[in-house]
């Protein structure tokens, strides 16, 4: 396997199921994101993890909750969503944190909560 | 506030055509740095091009050009003699330090929709 992945590529769930996404790099990065991408709007910043330390946590309601055992991986547990949250999550990596550093995306998970 | 702003929605060219997206950003620091991303219609987003905020050379490679314009505060990319291949999603963004500087966050334009027919 070789840079990002996500699993699993597509997830329906009900809004009182718990599912969790998650993501792993091949790169050696260490640092880790997640973004949500709706229709029609900017892609929206969620999560940053660098060295398995969250240092940004964008206003993000509590059902997202996420979790970095180690700078490879990192998870996105869902719980109790609406259908508001419907939305492509991507999941992202860099070198370092630093605003320099490009990011590479993984091919994201097509949340759909009915 | 940082922003982005890539004002075409969509654009529809004929394959072998030039066609350039453009994109404005606002931002108060004086050091930044600048993205495109390609997200082709399999999802990921896949990384273009940086351009640091104190290097107005314009870049080629292939046929992707981009033009950043300090003066204007655009940072603008064409595409020469399209295919059908460059079909996606395009995003511009901009890089803002968050947390003293200590760490990176993008601030995405809404994207454009390039459509390159046969």
């Known amino acids: 396997e070789t840079g990002v992945t996500q699993t699993p590529r597509h997830l329906v769930m009900g809004m009182t199921n718990k599912k969790s996404l998650k993501c792993e790099q091949h790169?050696?990065?260490?640092?880790m994101y997640w973004y949500k991408q709706s229709a029609k709007k900017p892609l929206e910043l969620m999560f940053v993890y660098s060295l398995e330390e969250r240092v940004e946590n964008n206003s993000v309601p509590s059902r997202f909750s996420p979790e970095c055992p180690n700078s490879s991986h990192l998870f996105l547990h869902l719980h109790t969503l609406q259908p508001e949250d419907s939305a492509l999550y991507l999941c992202a990596s860099s070198l370092g944190t630093e605003p320099y550093n490009e990011q590479f995306f993984g091919p994201g998970t097509r949340l759909t909560v009915l | 506030a940082q922003k982005v702003t890539q004002a075409q929605t969509e654009i529809s060219v004929v394959e072998k055509e030039d066609v350039t997206l453009d994109c404005v950003y606002e931002t108060r620091d004086t050091t930044y740095y600048l993205f495109w991303y390609k997200q082709p219609p399999s999802g990921e987003l896949v990384f273009l091009i940086r351009r640091n905020s104190f290097d107005e050379q314009n870049e080629i490679s292939g046929r992707y050009s981009w033009n950043f314009q300090k003066s204007t505060s655009s940072f603008n990319f064409t595409i020469t003699a399209s295919q059908v291949v460059d079909s996606a999603v395009y995003f511009c963004?901009?890089?803002?330090?968050?947390?003293?500087?200590?760490?990176?966050?993008?601030?995405f334009g809404t994207g454009t929709l390039l459509a390159v027919q046969p």
């Open positions: 790169l050696g990065h260490n640092a």
């Open positions: 963004a901009l890089s803002e330090a968050i947390d003293g500087g200590a760490t990176n966050k993008l601030i």
